[in-house]
């Protein structure tokens, strides 16, 4: 049978279980981790947000329609894990987790991300794919820390200019959106090793995607593009060789993609 709902007093709750003679707070402190994913819960106490020591809270698969307005009370939190619930938005106290280093939001049915989402300052993972987001704030610039963004399947038309700041991004996933350009600023990513834009209304890339020094495997595929530009290809030359038959073995599911691979480097169409 699975759990409806989360007890009220926590607190309480936790130290009738715990045998131990510390005291509130002692036991408190130690609680590090909360799991209470792939339930049936609507709803998630205040109290929890008392759990000061918390470091992961993962309640995945529930039916959650919001979280606690109190939850950024969880100063020592790394981990949330909130996705496929029936979110519609995040509260804006969830920007005050500057312990935060992954925050998956992701298959719930969020419009926007909080404006001060900026304000995580340690954060590296941003999953927030398969929402119904129409936009990133500007303040996502920001995230100097961030190594992942995930924002795919969702209803973004544009990106921000201001994605150009996070100098430590290394995948970028904005495929399945409704983009038809990338920011010119996209060029700024000096550590980006993964663009995935696949699957956009995109006619063109732009020029400063030459300038991704450190760029593994661009995925443009399921475009309207008509040319690709020179400048992705100015360091190397193109070699269609060793690197086909890998492609092969790992995306025989796709019909139809276009792979640039700037680590090998090759160019290659698979047709099925």
Request: hydrophobic share 35%.
């Amino acid at each position: 049978m699975k759990m409806k709902s989360v007890p009220h007093d926590i607190p309480n709750y936790w130290l009738k279980y715990h045998e131990s003679d510390c005291s509130n707070e002692q036991v408190l402190a130690d609680s590090q981790e909360l799991c209470c994913f792939n339930n049936q819960l609507t709803s998630l106490p205040e109290s929890i947000c008392s759990l000061s020591g918390l470091q992961k809270l993962n309640c995945n698969m529930n039916k959650l329609t919001s979280l606690p307005e109190s939850i950024g009370n969880l100063s020592e939190l790394q981990e949330l894990r909130c996705y496929s619930n029936k979110l519609t938005s995040l509260p804006e106290s969830i920007c005050h987790l500057s312990s935060l280093r992954e925050l998956n939001c992701s298959s719930n049915q969020l419009i926007n991300l909080p404006e001060s989402i900026g304000s995580l300052s340690n954060l590296q993972n941003l999953y927030c794919e398969f929402n119904q987001l129409i936009n990133l704030p500007d303040s996502i610039g920001s995230l100097s820390n961030l190594q992942m963004l995930n924002c795919c399947n969702n209803q973004l038309i544009n990106l921000s200019d201001s994605i150009g700041s996070l100098s430590n991004l290394q995948e970028l996933r904005c495929d399945c959106n409704q983009l038809t350009k990338l920011p010119d600023s996209i060029g700024s990513l000096s550590n980006l090793r993964v663009l995935f834009c696949y699957s956009n209304n995109l006619t063109t890339l732009p020029e400063s995607i030459g300038s991704l020094s450190n760029l593994k495997v661009l995925w443009c595929f399921d475009n309207q593009l008509t040319k690709l530009l020179n400048s992705i290809f100015k360091k190397s030359q193109i070699n269609v060789a060793n690197e086909f038959k890998e492609y092969l073995k790992l995306k025989k599911t796709l019909h139809e993609q276009l792979i640039i691979d700037l680590d090998v480097v090759s160019i290659i169409t698979l047709f099925y």
